[in-house]
């Protein structure tokens, strides 16, 4: 028997002065598209922004719909949107911020188990790593992989 262990890293800021001009930037168009979500159901406001390797940004937020599953998280609508507008140019960066009822919410939100897979997909695909900016009022996060989100990766078929 062998134990082993897998550590995660990560770096937490508390405020956005501290991120680099970039990354600060891409975290307010984050922040603004919650303002675009459509989340009638949950009232939960997401937004993402991903900085593709050419600088271009790409935005998207939650789109709910009266049969539940049939919505969208906001990471999933900007990756397949940026996947579907720029197929050859890989992702840099992501963010990601959510606000209720009005405020950005104070804890960064953190992306469901699918949106993880569909980014270690696209982080496969375009060859490097992909960097998670977590936005929070009070703290953000930042991983510099996705392998740091979602450890063990499901990425192959057989090996
Ligand atoms: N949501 C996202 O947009 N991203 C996530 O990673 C988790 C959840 C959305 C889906 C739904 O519209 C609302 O938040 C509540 O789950």
């Known amino acids: 028997?062998?134990?082993?262990e897998i550590n995660i890293s990560y770096t937490e800021y508390g405020?956005?002065?501290?991120?680099?001009?970039?990354?600060?930037?891409?975290?307010?168009?984050?922040?603004?598209?919650?303002g675009n979500s459509y989340a009638p159901?949950?009232?939960?406001?997401?937004?993402?922004?991903?900085?593709?390797?050419?600088?271009?940004?790409?935005t998207g937020s939650n789109q709910e719909n009266i049969a539940y599953p049939s919505g969208?998280?906001?990471?999933?609508?900007?990756?397949?949107?940026?996947?579907?507008?720029?197929?050859?140019?890989p992702m840099d960066t992501i963010a990601i911020a959510a606000s209720s009822g009005g405020?950005?919410?104070?804890?960064p939100a953190t992306p469901c188990g699918a949106c993880r897979?569909?980014?270690?997909?696209?982080?496969?695909?375009?060859?490097?790593?992909?960097?998670i900016i977590l936005v929070g009022a009070e703290k953000?996060?930042?991983?510099s992989r996705v392998d740091d989100i979602l450890p063990l990766i499901f990425d192959s078929l057989g090996k």
């Open 15 to 34: 405020s956005l002065d501290e991120l680099s001009a970039e990354d600060r930037e891409l975290a307010h168009e984050a922040v603004e598209a919650t």
């Open 41 to 58: 159901y949950s009232g939960f406001n997401v937004g993402a922004a991903i900085r593709l390797d050419d600088g271009t940004v790409v």
């Open 117 to 131: 897979q569909v980014m270690a997909e696209y982080q496969s695909r375009g060859g490097h790593p992909i960097a």
């Open 140 to 143: 953000i996060w930042k991983f």
């Open 72 to 89: 969208l998280c906001a990471e999933r609508t900007a990756m397949f949107y940026a996947a579907a507008r720029y197929p050859d140019i």
């Open 103 to 107: 405020a950005l919410c104070r804890e």
């Open 1 to 4: 028997m062998d134990r082993k």
